[in-house]
């Protein structure tokens, strides 16, 4: 089965008074019809500018160098901007990290998910019953009466689920959700996730997932796509990466969460050094300056994506080919 | 706690309680409304030994962050004690002062509580500056201070944006460390930052706690750090402590539903341990309507009757390790 979304070689540049900075370079990833895919990234891994280049948001001093994003089959770098926008909000749907920010303070939520509905045609009541019916589903106790409420009457874990039924009122094929839990406490994030994972069996799409939280990855994804410095590193299935992670990056991700020491300890594992300037890349390798098993030829090539599995790949020098 | 507990103890806390006015005293008349107070910190009680780390967890609005401001004196206490190396929380602005070279403040935001127009000498120079520290040599103050938190020298002429988030948080350990505290108070010293990252300021807060006998007092809403950085921990659920103890042993055996259901919050991140069902559902209910007898009832697995109308004392269920439950886990039920 075709995936929903295909990205392919994608390089992406913002120029900037320092220079030109090569924030995506030659990533490629696909989203298979009804699973979840997620990105695992640290600051400055090129996460947002991913989704943006994704869904045509990208802001105004970047330029797309190559590469192709296809969303079922429809070529999203050259759609004109009527076809976009029909696109956006209804197929492709958005939650954002901060639910604070995501509605309208002065609008009543009801009034917010009646205004998205504006393509359908049908009458401000139907729409209205829409809405409660879709806020029942993500969790909302109360939903009728609460229509009539504003963003602030609610928590940071309820506007989240409220932004969540605002995303799938459009019934999209893709759902994609930035960081969505960051900003919630370790319970709500708990039923956020829980509700997602229900969400994906009722609405039968696809989503793409964005996180830092290897533990959230772990929980929810089928799939995923490690990215470091603007490049794809390593992807495979969620137990491939958890349990068989081939570059050392992966490898350093996993025993830097605290989560996954066995045993208590004051000395926490770190990654030596810092993410380097996407302004002058070093030669070679892109993680060899960090890398604990880095030897002569990483600073000098690049490596090749390696094909451990059809599933599994990685771009290391030390995984056999 | 117990007065004999008076030589071991850096920071103590007595029966604290902290209130905020909700309304104002005609409004509150006009409307009857009982009390237009919401009490933000209930009954909480402990120690912090010296050179020791102390970690508080709980959920947002559970009053983490007003006990933190509470010990160094930024928000009124309502009653109970604080005392500090024997002596009490003082009154006025210049004793306040002086407390507050003992116990220093890390603040959440790094990036926020760093004034964008100064450069990193001026913030680091700042608490010298305000305690009236001039004659000593600042640049020299400031060069000390950048090295023992692993920053370079040059470092001093940088403005806040300049710097990354991990760096940030070291200029914040830098102010905290100016005066030479015995405590530091740490609101989240690590939210938002990438796991690499956050290692590096853990680690950096521990070798400092080795080399300068430093106490932390950390409030966090991350478990799986406390686990590793402190000593002793409480859980705070609505103002009061429900949970309260060694950290290992928390870990190893929580008393309290909550605590539980916090640890089963955590994401493991372990795709073959997947959860199936959220164990704590809902959220929090309004401080200003409690929820009477236990207040954790309304959300707990194990609610009976009596939770719903007689209020748990805490219980110790083993040394040092209390639990405000009628029926802690753990225990015949």
Known sequence: MAAILSIDKLSVDFLTPRGTVSALRQVSLDVPRGSIVGIVGESGSGKSTLIAAATRLLSENAVIRGGTVEF???????????????????????VFQDPMTALNPVLSIGRQMIDIQYRDRLDRAGKRARAAEMLRRVGIPD??????????????????????????????????????????????EAQIIHLLREQRREFEG??????????????????????????VVERGTVHDIFHRPSHPYTEALLVCDPARLSQASRALPTIGGEVPDLIRLPSGCIFAPRCPKAFARCRSAAPHTHVVTPEHTASCHLVPS | MPSGAVVTALLEVENLRVRFRTAGPVRAAL??????????????????????????????????????????????????????????????????????????????????????????????AEPFRIHGETARDLDA??????????????????????????????????????????????????????????????????????????????????????????????????????????????????????????????????????????????EVPSLLRRPAG????????????????????????????????????????
């Open chain 1, 143 to 188: 939903a009728g009466a609460r229509l009539d409420r504003f963003p602030h009457e609610f928590s940071g874990g309820m506007r989240q689920r409220i932004a969540i039924a605002m995303a799938l009122l459009g019934n999209p094929d893709l759902l994609i959700a930035d960081e969505p839990t960051t900003a919630l406490d370790v319970t709500m």
């Open chain 2, 31 to 124: 409307t009857r409304l009982g009390e237009p107070f919401l009490d933000a910190v209930l009954d909480v009680s402990f120690v912090v030994a010296p050179g020791t780390t102390f970690a508080l967890v709980g959920e947002s609005g559970s009053g983490k962050t007003t006990l933190g401001r509470a010990i160094i004196g930024l928000v009124p206490i309502h009653g109970g004690r604080i005392r500090f190396a024997g002596k009490p929380l003082p009154r006025g602005a210049a004793a306040l002062a002086r407390w507050r070279r003992d116990i220093a403040m890390m603040f959440q935001d790094p990036l926020a509580s760093l004034s964008p127009r100064h450069t990193v000498r001026s913030l680091i």
């Open chain 1, 72 to 94: 079922d089959g429809e070529d999203m770098l050259n759609l004109p901007p009527d076809r976009l926008r029909a696109l956006r909000g209804r197929r492709i749907a958005m």
């Open chain 1, 206 to 231: 696809s989503i793409l997932f964005i996180s830092h939280n290897l533990g959230l990855i772990a929980e929810l994804c089928d799939h995923v796509v490690i990215l470091y410095a603007g490049e």
């Open chain 2, 141 to 282: 103050e400031v060069r000390r201070l950048l090295d023992l938190v692993g920053l370079p020298a040059d470092f001093a002429g940088r403005y806040p944006h300049q710097l990354s988030g991990g760096q940030a948080r070291r200029v914040g350990v830098a102010r905290a460390l100016a005066l030479s505290p015995r405590l530091i108070i740490a609101d989240e010293p690590t939210a938002g930052l990438d796991v690499s990252v956050q290692g590096e300021i853990l680690n950096l807060m521990a070798k400092l706690q080795r080399e300068l006998g430093l106490a932390y007092f950390v409030i966090t809403h991350n478990l799986s750090i406390t686990r590793h950085i402190s000593d002793a921990m409480a859980v705070m659920y609505m103002g009061r402590f429900v949970e309260h103890g060694p950290t290992a042993a928390i870990f190893a055996r929580p008393a309290h539903p909550y605590t539980h259901g916090l640890l089963a919050a955590q994401p493991r991140p372990d795709p073959d341990h997947r959860r199936q069902d959220v164990e704590l559902k809902g």
């Open chain 2, 294 to 333: 236990c207040e954790f009832h309304t959300r707990c697995p194990y609610a009976q009757e009596r939770c719903r109308v007689e209020v748990p004392m805490p219980r110790a269920t083993a040394a040092d390790h209390a639990a405000r439950c009628h029926f802690p886990l753990g225990a015949a039920r």
